[in-house]
C-alpha cells in the first residue's frame, strides 16, 4: 500500500527546494502541475492554490489517474431533473411556472425579481407548505 499525504503550498515549494525534481510533462495538465524525482516519487500540485499530494511511489499517481479516465461516464445529467416538475421540460416551462406562483401561494402578485421577491416566494412556500407547492 502507497504512502500518500497532502502538502501544503509551503511544504510543496520546501519539498522541491530541497531535492532533485523535474517537471512530469506527461502526467501534468490544465489543473495540476506534477514534478517526479529520483526516488520516483511524484508531487501533484493544484496550479489554482500551491498545494497537493506527495505520492512516495510515481506509478501510484499513473495508477490513479488512468482509473480516473477509464471510469465509466454517465451522460449529463442534473442531480435535480427527477424532483422537478415537468422533470427534463423544466426549464423550458419556467415561466409558465413562475406565473403560476401568484396563485398557488396566494399572494396578489409576482415579486419583483430580487432578493427581497425570493424572500417573499420562499415565506409564502413556508406558509402554503411544500407539499403543496410541489403539485
Request: with cysteine.
Amino acid at each position: 500500500m502507497s504512502k500518500t499525504r497532502n502538502v501544503s503550498e509551503r511544504q510543496a515549494r520546501a519539498l522541491l527546494a530541497e531535492g532533485c525534481w523535474s517537471t512530469d510533462d506527461e502526467l501534468s495538465d490544465g489543473v495540476f502541475l506534477v514534478h517526479v524525482d529520483d526516488k520516483n516519487r511524484a508531487l501533484q500540485i493544484l496550479r489554482s492554490n500551491g498545494g497537493g499530494q506527495l505520492y512516495e511511489d510515481r506509478n501510484e499517481l499513473v495508477g490513479l489517474l488512468k482509473r480516473i479516465r477509464e471510469r465509466p461516464t454517465r451522460p449529463d445529467r442534473h442531480l435535480l431533473v427527477d424532483r422537478l416538475a415537468y422533470e427534463g421540460e423544466f426549464i423550458s416551462h419556467a415561466l409558465e411556472i413562475a406565473e403560476s406562483l401568484p396563485t398557488a401561494l396566494g399572494l396578489e402578485a409576482l415579486p419583483p425579481r430580487t432578493l427581497d421577491g425570493l424572500a417573499t416566494v420562499e415565506a409564502a412556500v413556508r406558509r402554503a407548505g411544500y407539499a403543496r407547492c410541489q403539485k
